[in-house]
RNA sequence: GCCCGGGUGGUGAAAUGGCAGACACUAGGGACUUAAAAUCCCUUGCCUGAAAAGGCGUGCGGGUUCGAGUCCCGCCCCGGGCACCA
């Protein structure tokens, strides 16, 4: 069972081992209690335009090898694969030329799945998923009602992109410098209804998790920094003009109250108005419109010199008494701590350029032993009343003990982390099972279907009335995507399914989740209410916030995954993918498990317990892969060239997975011809067995010995994921197999199994050859004999100072005795220290022997 | 500015604190060949030397250690991420 090829024929060996895989369902994953389960998992592509990119196979691969070697080992290994397919290159597509997304979708699929295939990755493709399959979104649409019930989810104004040229809403990348990148039209800040889910409410058990997983420390490093916890304290400024009202603001420096010479509000801030004297309230008023028409860019560009504007109302300090400026400035923002700040110039960066450009008292409070201002660092406390003389670890809890005892404010945790902006107002994404209802019909349904609604309802006002969020029953999902006239937004900010009245306007029967368009008579029934659906459509993280879930039980109708699957493959055991994807996938997935977690769906806590990212693989310039520089390497170019054995060799060849790492063609060569060894060595030039391949040969001990060297070193490098080392020692071992005039078939036929994961075609091909029965995937990973590899005699180094000044072999267990004795009469040892006093004498048995000498 | 990585031959890179440069690539020389390709052998960090051998060498400057690419301190450079976060 093999092919009929005489020499090393990668053009007929890979199709016919792939396919041989294909039909024998060689991968297919089958629960089975009585093995162990491993869960091999790559971060699933978005199917683009542009094909498969080299930086896909280098993690592909290094999965796969893992996969392939854990099935040897006696694991049930699951690995999967699908398709993250909406997203905006499709809708931009489709909007260009007309044609439904899906259908580009399908074509990118297919030629991604072709790729794919064509590099012999060992995939479960009965467990192929589709994020815009409504098979899987419907499942989607369900853990966000999940959100929605628990009240993670609500409605808010939130700016977005807007270009009034294009009468659309943008992305972030379809921004460039201020511009549309079609068309070139400007763009501006506007805000628009949004769905956002409550990620801040698991902000600290994200925090907390990070140390319960097997992660690169960057990674979590990223986590933390997003989520940004910080504690302080929350105090309450009384205002002088209004008695009874007060400002609050956010400190992590409550030890620093009495330096506070000043506060600053936010532009946007909601006091802003009510606190400005008329004398300031044209100045207050111009610097607020223009900090509005400022992008983020433009505002963190400005950052170099600070700007504000004073708003002629001042602050009362709780702690002392004293009056203190309210000023306005954008260096301040509204969407972090209270958006107002006390600014204590002595001990600040910030505040300190601040009151120097505006010439603002400042106040030290903190002794920085003659450092000079601002200081940022610890120290006791001075000008602070009853509390000079404190240090400031101790000051901060007994200013805000003492502040909370009057009602002044409290301790807090601040977190950077917001919540998550969860919808677009595009076509291609799942859309929203929810309808609004009026305030009336809400109050019936809630009635009688108070379990399904959050404690909470969400709602949106717009022009004087107030809609209800009521979600479709889960039996009626999933919620299709109905077919439009054109992809274009409708150019009021909503997105093309806001044109499709029929679809929009509904008689919705909130019992059963039927919809009938409004402009037909009203069903007959209790349950029917006027409604209108939601136009948004989810972001692409949607879909791939839980599809290592799906891929336990992919057909699955009645849950996103059988309990039963779900317990037996549990969550990934290794996750392998893109560190760009560090913080908002990996986070959103983790916020989302965890809402699973709670709700008892899923075992674990955690989705992901390890993680591992590939690095990139950069063009032959050493600059990043691009279009448009023109150093982009296609893997099919590769397989035409050299097959797919070659390019999954030589990827893992280039380095340790984790390094960015330039491509360089000329390496390719190298392992090519490491494979075409291989083949000379075993199969003879009329394709049988190589003469010098045999069952009465016996290997010689040093042989026998790198075998087991080697089998012991590449089975530890795969578990480690390091793929070169294990490559470099494949190479030494068929490095001596051709220097031995002869070997034993079995060494021929492990050498052929250290192989298999990484070289899979030529493994099956040999393997068949050398008499092996079925796939080389079947048979056990060998094992190696600790005694073979341990050897009667080793090499000692002799050094005099930390200096090499020879070596030689000595039996194992040499004492330090016999190898100083060795030493003294080594010749080249004996010079250095001839006529010296001996010192020290360092002896690391086995290893090396120093002698220190004056 | 802050937070992560990283800096070793002509190149990609190896190296539990213990012989720096494994394994490859490139280049040079040789064998085989009418010739070329393929294949095989030798050389390939720098300096001195015919050789044996010796000296120097892992971004720079210190330190710890019998011994440092590896650990510690201070710099420089490169890459990535975040950034007025109170």
């Known amino acids: 069972m093999a092919t009929t090829c005489t020499d090393y024929n990668f053009r007929e060996i890979e199709p016919f081992w792939q396919t041989f895989w294909?039909?024998?369902?060689?991968?297919?994953?089958?629960?089975?209690?009585?093995?162990?389960?491993?869960?091999?998992?790559?971060?699933?592509?978005?199917?683009?335009?542009?094909?498969?990119?080299?930086?896909?196979?280098?993690?592909?691969?290094?999965?796969?090898?893992?996969?392939?070697?854990?099935?040897?080992?006696?694991?049930?290994?699951?690995?999967?694969?699908?398709?993250?397919?909406?997203?905006?290159?499709?809708e931009q597509h489709a909007v260009k030329t007309g044609t439904h997304p899906a259908a580009n979708t399908q074509n990118n699929i297919t030629n991604f799945k072709r790729q794919i295939k064509a590099l012999g990755f060992s995939y479960d493709w009965d467990r192929e998923i589709d994020t815009t399959d409504p098979r899987y979104f419907r499942w989607t649409q369900w853990i966000f009602l999940q959100l929605f019930r628990r009240g993670l989810a609500y409605v808010d104004e939130r700016p977005v992109w807007w270009c009034p040229e294009l009468r659309t809403v943008l992305a972030n990348e379809e921004v460039v410098d201020g511009r549309s990148e079609v068309g070139g039209f400007p763009v501006e800040r506007r805000n628009l209804r949004q769905w956002v889910l409550r990620i801040t409410a698991y902000a600290e058990r994200l925090l907390a998790d990070l140390a319960e997983v097997d992660w690169p420390e960057s990674t979590k490093r990223m986590q933390e920094a997003w989520i940004g916890r910080s504690e302080g304290a929350e105090i309450l400024f009384g205002l002088e003009h209004a008695a009874g009202a007060t400002l609050k603001i956010f400190t992590t420096r409550p030890d620093t109250l009495f330096g506070c010479t000043y506060m600053v509000i936010a532009p946007e801030h909601p006091l802003v108005a009510t606190l400005t004297v008329p004398e300031q309230k044209a100045e207050v008023d111009a610097y607020r419109r223009k900090a509005a028409a400022k992008s983020d860019l433009e505002r963190t560009d400005l950052a170099k010199e600070k700007s504000g504007v004073f708003t002629g109302a001042y602050a009362i300090n709780p702690v002392n008494g004293s009056r203190v400026p309210i000023w306005v400035a954008d260096y301040v923002v509204m969407g972090y701590g209270t958006g107002a700040i006390m600014a204590v110039p002595a001990h600040d960066g910030r505040d300190h350029e601040f009151a120097i450009r505006f010439s603002l008292p400042i106040v030290q409070v903190i002794d920085s032993d003659g450092a000079p201002l601002p200081y940022v660092g610890d120290g006791r406390l001075i000008n602070s009343g009853t509390y000079t003389g404190l240090p400031w670890s101790e000051a901060k809890q007994r200013i805000t003990a003492d502040l909370a005892g009057r009602g002044a404010g409290q301790a807090t945790v601040n977190y950077k982390l917001r919540d998550w902006l969860f919808s677009r107002q595009r076509y291609w994404g799942e859309p929203f099972p929810i309808v609004w209802v009026s305030a009336g019909d809400y109050a019936s349904i809630s009635a009688v279907?108070?379990?399904?609604?959050?404690?909470?309802p969400v709602t949106?006002?717009?022009?004087?009335?107030?809609?209800?969020?009521?979600?479709?029953?889960?039996?009626?999902?999933?919620?299709?995507?109905?077919?439009?006239?054109?992809?274009?937004?409708?150019?009021?900010?909503?997105?093309?399914?806001?044109?499709?009245?029929?679809?929009?306007?509904?008689?919705?029967?909130?019992?059963t989740g039927a919809a009938v368009p409004a402009s037909q008579p009203k069903p007959a029934g209790a349950a029917w209410v006027r409604g209108r659906r939601e136009t948004n459509t989810m972001p692409q993280w949607a879909g791939s916030c839980w599809y290592y879930l799906r891929f336990v039980d992919p057909r699955c109708e009645t849950a996103i995954a059988s309990s039963e699957s779900l317990k037996y493959w549990g969550t990934p055991d290794i996750y392998v993918g893109g560190a760009e994807h560090a913080v908002l996938h990996l986070l959103y997935a983790r916020f989302w498990h965890k809402v699973l977690f709670d709700l008892g769906i899923v075992p674990t806590a955690e989705p992901f317990r390890k993680l591992f990212h590939q690095g990139i693989i950069l063009?032959?310039?050493?600059?990043?892969?691009?279009?448009?520089?023109?150093?982009?390497?296609?893997?099919?170019?590769?397989?035409?060239?050299?097959?797919?054995?070659?390019?999954?060799?030589?990827?893992?060849?280039?380095?340790?997975?984790?390094?960015?790492?330039?491509?360089?063609?000329?390496?390719?060569?190298?392992?090519?011809?490491?494979?075409?060894?291989?083949?000379?060595?075993?199969?003879?030039?009329?394709?049988?067995?190589?003469?010098?391949?045999?069952?009465?040969?016996?290997?010689?001990?040093?042989?026998?010995?790198?075998?087991?060297?080697?089998?012991?070193?590449?089975?530890?490098?795969?578990?480690?994921?390091r793929f070169n080392t294990a490559i470099s020692q494949m190479m030494i071992l068929v490095n001596a197999i051709q220097k031995a005039p002869t070997i034993n078939i079995e060494t021929a036929q492990v050498l052929v199994q250290l192989l298999a994961p990484f070289a899979p075609h030529i493994a099956e091909e040999l393997w068949s050859r050398l008499g092996g029965s079925q796939s080389v995937m079947l048979a056990p990973w060998p094992a190696y004999q600790a005694e073979k590899i341990a050897s009667s005699e080793v090499k000692i180094v002799f050094q005099v100072n930390g200096k090499h000044r020879g070596d030689q072999p000595v039996p194992v267990g040499t004492t330090q005795e016999t190898a100083l004795a060795l030493a003294k009469a080594s010749a080249r040892v004996a010079p250095y220290i001839e006529g010296k006093v001996i010192k020290r004498v360092i002896f690391v048995p086995g290893k090396i022997l120093n002698i220190v000498v004056e």
Do not use: C
């Open 22 to 90: 294909e039909k024998n369902h060689s991968f297919r994953a089958t629960a089975d209690p009585a093995k162990p389960k491993y869960y091999v998992l790559d971060m699933f592509p978005y199917p683009s335009g542009a094909g498969l990119h080299i930086g896909h196979p280098e993690g592909y691969t290094a999965t796969d090898i893992l996969a392939r070697y854990k099935r040897t080992r006696g694991f049930n290994v699951l690995h999967p694969i699908g398709w993250d397919a909406f997203g905006l290159p499709a």
């Open 619 to 721: 063009g032959e310039d050493g600059e990043k892969m691009s279009k448009s520089r023109g150093n982009v390497v296609s893997p099919d170019t590769i397989i035409e060239s050299h097959g797919t054995d070659t390019l999954r060799l030589y990827l893992m060849f280039l380095g340790p997975l984790e390094a960015m790492k330039p491509w360089n063609p000329r390496g390719i060569e190298g392992v090519h011809r490491f494979l075409q060894k291989i083949w000379r060595e075993l199969i003879a030039l009329d394709g049988s067995v190589n003469a010098k391949v045999s069952r009465a040969n016996q290997d010689s001990a040093e042989l026998t010995k790198l075998l087991h060297e080697s089998i012991k070193k590449v089975g530890e490098d795969i578990e480690n994921l």
């Open 460 to 511: 949106f006002t717009q022009d004087g009335a107030t809609h209800y969020a009521v979600p479709l029953p889960p039996e009626s999902l999933p919620l299709q995507l109905p077919s439009v006239q054109s992809y274009l937004p409708s150019g009021t900010g909503e997105s093309p399914l806001a044109n499709e009245t029929n679809w929009l306007e509904l008689w919705f029967n909130f019992e």
């Open 449 to 456: 279907r108070r379990d399904k609604l959050p404690d909470q």
